[in-house]
């Protein structure tokens, strides 16, 4: 299993952290004094980025490496990364010659309890990458408050798939580049960034419109993996909602939980998973 080796590592408590936060973007070192959080500085091996891969299959490859890995960090390890999204999902080569997925950065990583839902944290404390969380972690009630909703594994595995919407707009593997997003409102505030990803999956039209944009060599992804992706999370979505007497239509995450899995989303894209020789008390 492909896991980040972690060479070395120093814990920086304050008040050591004043001079280093200097370094740090304004986002970051922001979090870091609202939350009296510790900095942790490792050293790891050297990953890139998936736009630097050679070509479609060896991102598919390690796009089922990311899947499975956290799969079973999730299973055996009981832990939620939380912050799947396109700067955390890298690769590197091994001694053959043969490029493998890593997913790195968890920093925002949670322990996750007997019902599958992470623990220390309330409904109204979320993390992640603006472009690449689930829908219902994103959505707000009509003051503005975060609508209450536990993370759970199924949130992490819709993250995998809007990363992979992400890869066949803009990663361009013929130049090794990252092209930019046009698409303002997937990566602006989280109203936007969930109206985005609502409408791509339940608004008429909206589907077809975004993966014309897709470029020429994702094209046979996208119709195996993206459209078959797109429609099952619509459909396990719609399968989650249920009618409350008091407030109408609503989503139940624990539906959804049961709806969205791993043996779904690896059924859907045709790959079985892989034996890996390790026990259940790992």
């Keep these: 299993m492909h896991f ?56 598919e490859r390690c796009y089922i490496d990311l899947l499975e890995m956290h799969f079973h960090a999730y299973t055996y390890g009981r832990v939620l990364h939380r912050d799947v999204s396109e700067n955390n999902a890298m690769s590197r080569r091994g001694d053959d010659g043969k490029a493998v997925g890593f997913l790195n ?13 992470g623990e220390g944290l309330t409904s109204q404390h979320r993390t992640g990458t603006t472009p690449f969380m689930a829908v219902e ?55 936007g960034s969930n109206s985005f990803k609502w409408n791509f999956l339940h608004k008429a039209g909206t589907l077809s419109a975004v993966l014309k944009n897709a470029l020429d060599m994702w094209k ?28 109408g239509k609503v989503f139940d995450d624990s539906i959804y939980a049961k709806e969205l899995t791993f043996e779904a989303f690896m059924h859907t894209i045709k790959q079985t998973p892989r034996e890996w020789a390790h026990g259940k008390e790992a």
């Design 137 to 191: 972690l994103q959505r707000r009630a009509a003051d503005g408050t975060c609508v209450a909703a536990d993370h759970r594994y199924c949130h992490d595995l819709e993250s995998f798939f809007w990363l992979l919407l992400w890869a066949v707009l803009h990663f361009d593997l013929e130049n090794k580049c990252r092209l930019i997003c046009t698409y303002e409102q997937w990566t602006g505030d989280w109203a």
């Design 4 to 59: 980040p080796a972690v060479k070395a590592w120093r814990k920086f408590e304050p008040p050591e952290l004043c001079g280093l936060l200097a370094l740090l973007d304004e986002a970051i070192r922001d979090a870091i004094l609202r939350g009296s959080r510790t900095l942790v500085y490792e050293v790891t091996q050297y990953l890139k980025p998936l736009w630097e891969l050679e070509s479609v299959e060896e991102f």
């Design 105 to 117: 950065d968890w920093d925002l990583s949670c322990f996750v309890n007997a019902d599958g839902v």
């Design 220 to 247: 046979g992804t996208v119709k195996r993996w993206v459209i078959p992706l797109a429609r099952m999370i619509c459909d396990a979505r719609e399968r989650s909602t249920r009618w409350d007497d008091e407030a």
